[in-house]
């Protein structure tokens, strides 16, 4: 299994009180998923993302990466893990303002030394090529449209050949049919390469194109979807198939 995420609890301090963000949360997303995290806002959706692409720490239970446990590794671990392993795709794009299109996707290839010049340039033009975006490569964010921003965002988080892709809120600040063309675009590198996309929305059609959801209020998983066709069949619980038999402590 890609990521396990087992009884998943989180808390914030803030001053006195404390904010419960995520509550027994338990899920299983298997390499090659198409997976979408549907909730209001505050609904902890963000936070669920933010630990799976270990930039946050769970309060109580386990994250399990390939079967590996990663709670309670070191920050170094975790960073080295996440540039190695997890592209990432925001709702305001954050691409750096003063690079250029093809500079922000070769930002993240800068870290492998192993890579040359070269190599780099061609995996550059590669991605670009893939997100339709050639002709824009020396255009700055400022010089591009919100759907080319997020088409630029895309080919960075895809620029370290990440085995999952996390996309918050990514067509959150799109017209519609941009945001379409973006899901479209996720969906058609997920079946072509094989990556892991998770993203969360809070707009229901977003979820027209994803083959799974789970939906979560107050910080807990409320039922799980899968499409069957046009329609969503619902577990209140995970699918049988989803679930560790070898676990005793749920009797
Ligand atoms: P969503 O992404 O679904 O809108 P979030 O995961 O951002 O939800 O937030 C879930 C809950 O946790 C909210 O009540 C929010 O206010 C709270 N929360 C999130 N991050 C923090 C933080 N850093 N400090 C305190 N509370 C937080
Ligand atoms: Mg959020």
């Given at each position: ?166 996309a918050d809120e990514p067509t959150a600040n799109l017209d519609h049919r941009t945001g379409g063309r973006i899901l479209r675009l996720m969906r058609r590198i997920n079946r072509k390469y094989g990556t892991t996309f998770i ?53």
């Amino acid at each position: 299994m890609l990521i396990r995420i087992e009884s998943v609890g989180k808390t914030y301090q803030l001053g006195v009180q404390t904010v419960t963000a995520l509550r027994d949360v338990s899920l299983n997303i298997e390499e090659g998923a198409f997976i979408a995290i549907s909730g209001p806002s505050g609904s902890g959706k963000s936070t669920l993302l933010n630990i799976i692409g270990l930039i946050d720490t769970p309060t109580s239970g386990r994250l399990l990466i390939d079967d590996h446990d990663v709670t309670g590794r070191p920050p170094e671990v975790l960073a080295h893990l996440r540039a190695r392993a997890i592209g990432f795709v925001f709702q305001t794009f954050n691409l750096l303002p003063v690079l250029t299109a093809e500079e922000n996707v070769e930002f993240p290839l800068l870290q492998f030394r192993e890579l040359s010049t070269k190599q780099r340039r061609e995996r550059v033009a590669q991605l670009l090529d893939l997100v339709k975006l050639s002709d824009h490569a020396r255009h700055r964010p400022n010089q591009l449209s919100g759907g080319q921003r997020q088409r630029v965002a895309i080919a960075r988080a895809l620029a370290i050949g990440p085995r999952v892709v996390l996309a918050d809120e990514p067509t959150a600040n799109l017209d519609h049919r941009t945001g379409g063309r973006i899901l479209r675009l996720m969906r058609r590198i997920n079946r072509k390469y094989g990556t892991t996309f998770i993203f969360s929305t809070h707009d229901p059609r977003v979820l027209e194109i994803a083959d799974r959801r789970v939906d979560i209020e107050d910080g807990t998983i409320v039922r799980f979807g899968v499409r069957t066709g046009e329609t969503w069949s619902y577990a209140a619980e995970r699918p049988a198939s989803d679930r560790d038999d070898s676990r005793d402590d749920l009797k």
